[in-house]
């Protein structure tokens, strides 16, 4: 594809986003230098770059307007791309910017080391420039989703605050947990899940977690409640894994989708279910308890075809919400 076809393209895709500060991290100059043309010549000019860890941190602490956007290689001496991932995670100011991973490494172990971390995306050398030019698109994409999201937990935040006011929670609405350990936000699950395809990975490991009276519960319950009932789950499935190499996502709608990242996944839906409903016991939420504890529950595979395929992954998601093969409830 040509440079005049890319910006065309670009300005198309990425039209209502604004145009993302973006930092490239990486100890080799030749590569940074073709990334700054290359993001140059998709319309992102406003493009600074670091040799090494330290730098980058420098810059970030220095920067008056924060990055939009971080693009990170995983080796790189002294402290490497993974390391400086989670060393920004803990900056709140850059909490919640999308990380791209940059690596020659496409083994499952660095993949799920650097989502782990807190990347959002991981794109291996060497790559195409159109390859480039969709994450890079997905990176603001996911931007303007942070943004709404934040709006959304504001908007809530204010209708509690007056007890009253036209907002309401909608039923599909995502909802973020950010800082619950093995969470991870939709789209970032969806380059997970994708990254691990490219992998040799089958996610035949994917299980939801649904609640099953979540219909139920948003009917008669405020915004505020609704979203406590969704976040005491979340620190049900994030406690209930703990250890088991999981990751998992809200899907929206009262659904949680969970992925184990080893390939033995035959009796992982049953370990799920187990592990979920022993932690919804000590935690005091049981069935047929009253008010808000009465969350009913329903753990199984995500819905897929005969041979074995997902097909895409939105799809994969759509599905997950809608229908299971219901082990337990």
Request: glycine share 6%; hydrophobic share 40%; net charge neutral.
């Amino acid at each position: 594809m040509e440079t005049s076809m890319f910006q065309e393209e670009v300005s198309t895709r990425c039209k209502g986003n604004y145009q993302m500060k973006i930092l490239v991290v990486d100890d080799e100059p030749v590569l940074i230098d073709f990334l700054t043309m290359a993001l140059g010549a998709l319309g992102f000019e406003n493009v600074a770059s670091a040799r090494s860890a330290t730098e980058a941190l420098a810059m970030m602490k220095s920067a008056k307007d924060p990055f939009g956007c971080l693009l990170l290689d995983i080796q790189m001496p002294e402290m490497d791309g993974v390391a400086l991932c989670a060393e920004i995670r803990k900056n709140q100011v850059y909490a919640k910017t999308p990380i791209i991973m940059l690596t020659a490494m496409s083994d499952r172990k660095y993949i799920e080391t650097a989502f782990s971390a807190g990347a959002n995306d991981y794109i291996t050398k060497p790559f195409q420039i159109d390859d480039l030019m969709n994450r890079i698109d997905s990176a603001a994409r996911l931007s303007q989703q942070i943004i709404s999201a934040d709006r959304l937990v504001r908007q809530i935040a204010s209708a509690c605050q007056r007890q009253s006011g036209p907002f309401r929670l909608q039923f599909e609405d995502p909802v973020s947990f950010e800082n619950t350990p093995g969470y991870l936000d939709q789209p970032t699950f969806r380059n997970f899940i994708d990254r691990m395809e490219r992998s040799q990975f089958r996610h035949g490991g994917v299980v939801s977690v649904k609640v099953s009276n979540a219909s139920d519960l948003y009917e008669n319950v405020s915004s505020q409640e609704f979203v406590s009932v969704l976040t005491r789950m979340s620190s049900v499935v994030s406690t209930a894994l703990v250890g088991e190499n999981c990751h998992f996502t809200y899907a929206g709608s009262g659904c949680f989708l969970v992925i184990k990242t080893t390939a033995d996944n035959a009796r992982f839906p049953n370990e799920v279910a187990f592990r979920v409903k022993k932690e919804m016991s000590r935690q005091g939420l049981r069935h047929g308890s009253a008010g808000l504890n009465a969350i009913e529950i329903a753990i199984g595979r995500v819905f897929r075809s005969p041979a074995g395929d997902f097909g895409s992954i939105d799809e994969s998601l759509a599905r997950a919400r809608e229908r299971t093969q219901v082990l337990c409830a």
